[in-house]
């Protein structure tokens, strides 16, 4: 096998933020899971050091034994979140690019042809394993957990103000109160229910359901600013806080603090309170948006105990940080948490301890969205974390911390989202659940006919 000097460009458009994407691209627990261009093949192997002088060895096999392949090669040159150019052993050069597309991400990969397949096979085998990438990247994207902002009734308003100030964001699907759902609701039949919308390539469902809730500060989101990745960090840190403070409230004023040259906590218009911060360019990436849960009053000194509990009940999880207060940081207790962050189903969230005097704790205005494939997984999380029956409905629950959560079956979009009849027959099944079942919505779903 000898190379051309000929080279082919294939590409994809991954739904996906770009640090994930580089994620599932660079880790070779990863890797073993999409490297190959048909389900009747497998990659059993991938080691993987990703820097200038780098070797990285890949393995390809079809699954009944009867070919496989070996890719051993060195990287030329790495720019995080951009580019990856390396060697295959021996001769043939590869490029990868990635660009940050809407909220999504477009790779690029280029490689030097050889002489043994033609072009087009060429071609078809390198773009059937990107696509394959695109498949598994974005099915592992879809186990995010979507916080979900309880409004009064303008969850829409709100939907476009904050796509307006962020960048990267868009408005998405948007759900109606049918009959049933308005009977029960008491909110006008054919008003919005559900937006959907993504910031900065975070989900979002804004859900109008009366004025029953306020935001507390108690759950905030950070907003990270990173120097490396953006010469113009500061200035636009700063920009995004004269927009969030029309209207809004500070908490915190936008100056500098001891673990932060720009910082500043702020109430917006709707309620919802936003953490922007300039980051440390030699600290661990995180993603732009980091849901924060802040543990006062009667929760104060459980941020360690609830971050550890819900390590133990997501099965995808890992530790960030964790930061203890020391002696002499009153109103803070000794070796409580000053801040600690967490992945948990691919999703970064924070947790803080908080001294001194505060007038709100958790509450259902806020809630996090964890959707599940099987029954199996509902049924897992539903035992693990409900902790007052008297607050299970509808897929909701509240846990031992005052922590609010959806349960909810991937599948139901689809269900609610059909025929008109159908949907209003799963949407009177739903009313009636605790905890959802996923047949019986089906057979609703049928029922519906």
């Known amino acids: 096998m000898t190379k051309n000097d000929k080279t082919i460009s294939v590409e994809t458009v991954v739904n996906a933020t770009i640090e994930k994407t580089w994620e599932m691209w660079t880790s070779p627990k990863h890797i073993v899971k999409w490297y190959y261009a048909s389900d009747d093949w497998e990659a059993p192997l991938a080691e993987n050091d990703v820097r200038e002088g780098g070797k990285f060895k890949t393995a390809m096999r079809a699954k009944d034994g009867s070919a496989g392949f070996d890719f051993t090669g060195t990287y030329t040159k790495v720019i995080l979140h951009k580019l990856i150019e390396y060697s295959i052993t021996g001769w043939r050069k590869v490029s990868i690019t990635f660009q940050s597309v809407g909220n999504g991400t477009k790779v690029t990969e280029t490689f030097e042809t050889e002489n043994v397949y033609s072009d087009e096979q060429q071609r078809s085998g390198w773009q059937s394993i990107l696509d394959n990438f695109k498949r598994y990247t974005e099915s592992q994207s879809a186990n995010a957990i979507t916080p979900c902002l309880w409004f009064d009734d303008n969850a829409e308003e709100a939907a476009e103000f904050y796509t307006s100030i962020f960048k990267n964001s868009k408005v998405g699907n948007v759900a109606r109160y049918d009959e049933e759902g308005a009977r029960v609701s008491g909110r006008p039949k054919g008003s919005v229910m559900t937006i959907a919308f993504s910031i900065e390539g975070k989900e979002f469902v804004g859900l109008n359901g009366g004025p029953i809730f306020k935001f507390t500060p108690a759950i905030s989101f950070f907003v990270n600013f990173d120097p490396s990745k953006d010469p113009k960090a500061k200035e636009n840190l700063n920009a995004l806080w004269s927009k969030l403070s029309q209207g809004g409230t500070p908490m915190m004023p936008l100056d500098k603090y001891p673990f932060s040259e720009r910082y500043g906590w702020i109430k917006d218009k709707f309620g919802l309170t936003w953490q922007l911060i300039l980051t440390k360019p ?23 105990k609830a971050m550890r509990f819900y390590l133990s009940v997501f099965k995808e999880s890992k ?7 020391g002696q002499g940081q009153e109103p803070n207790k000794q070796g409580t948490v000053m801040f600690s962050d967490f992945m948990l189903n691919e999703t970064w969230l924070a947790a803080m301890d908080g001294g001194g005097q505060h007038a709100f704790t ?6 996090f969205m964890v959707y599940c494939d ?8 539903w035992k693990k974390l409900s902790a007052f029956p008297a607050s299970e409905q509808c897929g909701w629950l509240k846990d031992k911390f005052g922590v609010s959560w959806q349960i909810v079956p991937r599948v139901l979009p689809e269900l609610l989202g059909g025929d008109k009849k159908k949907s209003q027959s799963v949407m009177a099944a739903l009313l009636k659940m605790k905890k959802l079942e996923i047949n019986a919505l089906k057979k609703a779903y049928e029922r519906g006919n």
Do not use: C, W
């Open 362 to 367: 958790f509450n259902e205005a806020i809630s």
């Open 319 to 325: 530790l960030g940080n964790l930061f203890h207060y």
């Open 374 to 381: 099987t029954q199996e997984e509902i049924d897992h999380y």
């Open 282 to 304: 030699e600290g661990d990436m995180r993603p732009k948006i980091v849901p924060s849960l802040l543990f006062v009053g009667d929760m104060y000194g459980n941020a360690e």
